[in-house]
């Protein structure tokens, strides 16, 4: 099959590896590896570039120069002319391509901006396309009740619908009022090679954090959860928080004031490289958010055969329930995060191993790349 990839987030480099766009460019890796043709349609972002051999890249211009698109803010003024200009570019360049090429399918990733820009011009050349939504677009649509009927032409008019969470899958169906609207991880493959050595006393547990530190993500209820538990038992784990962001200088205060150092410590950014080190290296991976779908870290974990600690938010409670895991706190609180990382230390690593097989045997790219193709080829509509 011919496939397009429409996306306004794709690296310029193949090893780039910071973002959501490095999720599409294994996703297009993939296909070809399953024998597709695969031309992907993105933005210049005034950025060196390298060939993607033998992915096809057409690169359309937009006024924003190298600020990405998903770092405006979309309602703003200011902002609307470039988004509008990037809109008509993308357009411009789509029809280029659909006239220049015969193409079996579009996959527009995500909802907006590339839903957006192609749908139009997929009805116009016939081509058939599907969407796949990520959580930013509900909630940019729904917050917005003059853009649901946008959302609606773009998710009706589509042969596919997916989405990267269950939960979210649901709100697709809602706010699009459509039939179906099907889950499809979006994850990335982690490197084995080139990774930087991790070493680790053994003779303690080793817990891991890897995430944005943003109140969303909860490093504050680990913090707080950590300072809960005894020093007895303390002595006998250390807890490493990868990421860096707005909550730093809080974390740090936290740490210091329940003289916790000991048994913490806090790194900066992890790129794929040092997050499959880490977790390779440690003994569990803890997702401690107040607010979740599914994080690219959990899909990570199952990579590495890693168990998982979570608070039961968005679709955490769902998987660790139904795929066993790893240890699920009752509620998000750092009391119950406290309990669940107590309960982990009393059980069997093999307690988890089978689940985790099944789990990752549904968040592996070349079962992703399968099952969307299974579902183009049968080209069953919603209506």
């Not at 677009?137 to 853009?147: L, P």
């Not at 997916?162 to 939960?167: E, K, L, R, T, V």
């Not at 950590?226 to 990868?242: A, D, E």
Request: net charge positive; with cysteine.
């Amino acid at each position: 099959m011919k496939i397009l990839i429409a996306t306004h987030n794709f690296p310029n480099t193949p090893d780039e590896s910071n973002d959501a766009g490095t999720f599409i460019k294994h996703f297009a890796d993939e296909l070809t590896v399953q024998g597709h043709s695969v031309h992907v349609l993105c933005p210049d972002y005034n950025q060196p570039t390298k060939s993607f051999h033998p992915i096809n890249i057409t690169r359309f211009k937009w006024p924003g120069g190298d600020k990405k698109l998903g770092e405006l803010s979309l309602w703003s003024p200011f902002n609307l002319v470039s988004i509008f200009a990037f809109i008509m570019n993308a357009r411009r360049a789509l029809r280029r391509l659909c006239k220049s090429t015969h193409f079996d399918c579009i996959i527009a990733c995500w909802i907006f901006p590339a839903g957006a820009f192609i749908y139009k011009d997929a009805i116009s050349y016939h081509i058939p396309y599907a969407v796949w939504a990520l959580g930013r677009d509900v909630w940019m649509f729904e917050s917005k009740k003059f853009t649901h009927k946008l959302f609606r032409k773009i998710t009706g008019n589509a042969m596919k619908v997916y989405a990267d969470g269950y939960i979210l899958a649901d709100d697709v169906k809602r706010l699009g009022k459509i039939h179906e609207c099907r889950f499809l991880p979006s994850l990335r493959v982690l490197p084995k090679s080139g990774l930087p050595k991790v070493t680790l006393e053994r003779k303690k547990k080793h817990f891991l954090f890897i995430g944005r530190w943003h109140k969303n993500k909860g490093p504050d209820i680990l913090i707080e959860a950590i300072h809960q538990i005894s020093k007895k038992r303390l002595v006998k784990m250390h807890f490493h928080i990868w990421g860096g962001g707005p909550m730093e200088e809080h974390l740090r205060a936290m740490i210091d004031y329940y003289h916790i150092s000991d048994y913490v410590t806090l790194y900066s950014y992890a790129d794929s490289k040092i997050a499959a080190a880490w977790l390779n290296a440690c003994d569990a991976l803890i997702i401690p958010s107040r607010i979740e779908s599914i994080p690219v870290i959990f899909s990570d974990a199952l990579q590495s055969g890693l168990p998982i600690i979570a608070t039961p938010v968005g679709d955490m409670k769902r998987l660790l329930t139904e795929y066993t895991v790893g240890v699920l706190a009752h509620e998000t609180t750092a009391p119950a995060l406290k309990k669940a990382i107590e309960t982990f230390n009393t059980m069997s690593t093999i307690t988890f191993r089978r689940g985790i097989r099944k789990a990752n045997a549904l968040f592996n790219m070349t079962t992703t790349v399968q099952r969307f193709i299974t579902d183009i080829t049968t080209g069953i509509s919603y209506e």
